[in-house]
């Protein structure tokens, strides 16, 4: 864990980023700076060249990275709906600079469906069907 934490601290976020976050309110911005460093984390790529791949994005691969982004900070243990956050953190980012993302249905699905809370009420109806009054 002590590692990870390390790691993440290492992570300075260029001039565009900054740019991007001076925008944000206070607890905004400091959300907003984790989840960029995570991206950082995982793409390998700072702001300025994030945005360049998303311009020459022919195929839509800067969208299928986001969405390898969300599933990414949930096997590091982020909670569904922090992980949610931290795409709408990245459209945010690209709309920012007028260059926004766009998901196709499936990919929407798996951004913003939240399997946790469909299992938990899949549960509770098998519980309340199983109560005989």
Known sequence: MESKRLEYKKVILDQTFQEFLDTKKDQTKYSYTTYLKQWVLFS???GKETLELKKLDKDAKVEK???AFK???ETKGMAETSSQT???CLRGFF???RIPLVFIGSELKTIYLLR???LRWK???TQLKSISF
């Open 116 to 118: 946790k809370t469909l």
């Open 123 to 125: 549960h509770k109806l």
């Open 86 to 88: 931290a795409v709408g």
């Open 71 to 73: 599933g990414w900070l």
């Open 44 to 46: 390998k790529l700072n």
């Open 95 to 97: 709309a920012y600079h």
């Open 65 to 67: 990275k986001a969405v």
